[in-house]
């Protein structure tokens, strides 16, 4: 065994992990607590932490037309440069939307709370690679790419390191990459598919009404940008609602539950989240004659009792991830779900277009360009939503010609920083991402052999998987054994 990933390593072991550490080319992850002997041996220093950290963990609300964001930063310094990371920036609690959604994607660090909560003040001098700071002041070392002459440790001031932040993007490159040739690289599988530079999928919540989602479908068909409608099926009670999901159905568009009632915590239990699931599929089924495969959490709530319903009733994955709630569902990757049942995949889109979330000041749509930047530049398919109109409320925009605007210019944003991106409707984006779950790496002596599945679904059966390995990338195929 050449590359260990820990969590919360105990004193206990910490003499066993430094004699492993020292006796041939290595690679160590650690995330949260770090064994005292190690903290020796890599000779970084304990601190202690301001008493001021807890209160400027915390955002304040964000007011309609602006962002808000915690005193408490983690800012990424030159060393992250070895990571491809130098220029990061992740306050410890952000919202652009209320006290709900942070446009930017990633979840809160909060001071003292367990997993999620910083673990330990330490400097972990030169190396360093991104430290907590508050108002500009540093306070401790965040994370630390620590080279020794044949190995290597990176450590992450957290139980859950950066599992839920674009930041998971330099555990990727440790593992795949740093220091190849001198010391174990692992492929890592990219949530981008092979021969395109971006990934994209969005969908309308349709929490009040369908039918007025065609304004904005007519305008994606003439930008040439598959659409896709999460319906919460207590709207099909009015038949005016219907026709437009049998047409984007046939039109190759997708259709996804966003549940029966929508209702928050899908319900408040299992068998209230089962009744939810199978009502709004069963709908769906009638009215547009295809099995509904993925659905979408209403208030992006999802507990984990909501996740074992969907899967129990056949769903193939379920859109949420919020930093408000659920933190285990705030993920940086799509995939697996801890303790769900195999086969079915989670995906975070927490990007909201929102007439309240257009900033007053400087470029309107800022966050969200900076949202799609940070998904290109750390090899995230990006997903983001927005609601139709109804009578009652639209979503904060001034009308429907403003709102069709929005969706154009961040559009023409992607169009222009990446060259060749890949606009998917939901079912293929998540069949995509189901297949890269399923897809298997077999470590072998003499390499790592490939296993790839097939992506199933209508418009994606020609999309391949995206293999990284010590610099290099290549369509996973398999068979193939990488060396
Ligand atoms: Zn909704």
New binding site residues.
Partial sequence: MNTLVVVDLPDAWGTEVVMWLRAGARKLVIFGRVADHLIEHLQWKPLTWPESLAHASRSESAPSYASRESAATVVYGERAALLQAQGWQRPFERFDFTDEWNNLGYGAIRANEPLWGLSHALDTGWGEIASVEIDGQRVASYATLTDIEQGSVLWFNRSVGPVDSFEWRAVERFLSNHRAGELPCHPVLTEIPWGFDAAITSRL???EDVESARALWDAYRAENVPFSL?V?TGNLADTRNHAILAELAEAGGAVLS??AT?AGDWGGNYENALHEALESAQRLRQITGEPVQFA?????QTPSYALHALADAGYKGCVGGLIRNDPEFMLARSGALAGVPAGFIGHTQQCMLHGFSMLAEGDPLAVFKQAFDLAYETSTLFGYLD?PFSPRYAYGWRDEAARIDAHRALIAHIRTKARNPLFLNENDALNFLSARAEARIVDEAGGFRCVASDVRGNGSTSLQITVEYQGRTAALETGVVLR
Avoid: T
Wanted: proline share 7%; glycine share 0%; with cysteine.
């Fill in positions: 919540d349709c929490d999460a919460h966003h549940s929508h979408v959490s209403p208030f992006h609601h």
